[in-house]
């Protein structure tokens, strides 16, 4: 597994990763296919500038004539929240990767930038309450369960745990 930065290229994958209603259920339901390639298109602008980290999961099989896929992406961004900038981490792995672990390393890798380059500060992770696994990987990396909150996601409200973490000192070993 490794990770690369998204590019316009990747319109397919975030079909596949945002217009599904299965990889959405916990997320509201899909979105519109409408406006994915100008979605992508800015992902990969902002993540070309730096001003946020939008990395593709990438597998990597063997064997003869592997290729490598795309099983999902991880992302950390800054917004505000009541007048106040906050660092958000989130991730999405494809079906036919999940349960491999995948997540938990991309998540971990960035974290481990993040602390490396010592940029980001504190950073929030909000998965629905009803994602195990989403709340596994926050609970297995370090991150601490500040509580439940609602959050806005594409003109919807989840209902969230709220994990921190400060991947400086709170990165587990």
């Known amino acids: 597994m490794h990770l690369r930065d998204v ?74 929240e009541g007048g106040e900038p906050v660092s958000e981490i989130g991730w999405m792995v494809l079906p036919e990767f999940q349960g491999r672990g995948l997540g938990k390393l991309a998540t971990r890798a960035l974290l481990e930038q993040a602390r490396d380059e010592d940029r980001w500060g504190d950073i929030h992770a909000f998965p629905a309450t009803v994602n195990g696994p989403s709340n596994g990987i926050c609970r297995s990396l370090g991150f601490r369960l500040v509580g439940e909150v609602d959050v806005d996601f594409a003109d919807r409200v989840i209902h969230s745990n709220h994990w921190v973490i400060t991947p400086a000192s709170d990165l587990a070993p």
């Open 7 to 80: 590019t316009p290229n990747d319109v397919a994958a975030y079909v596949r990763m945002r217009c599904d209603p299965v990889m959405m259920r916990d997320l509201g339901g899909p979105l519109p296919r409408d406006g994915m390639e100008d979605k992508v298109r800015r992902d990969a602008e902002e993540a070309a500038a730096g001003t946020s980290w939008i990395k593709m999961i990438v597998s990597d099989p063997t064997g003869p004539g592997a290729h490598e896929a795309v099983a999902g992406h991880v992302c950390v961004w800054a917004h505000d």
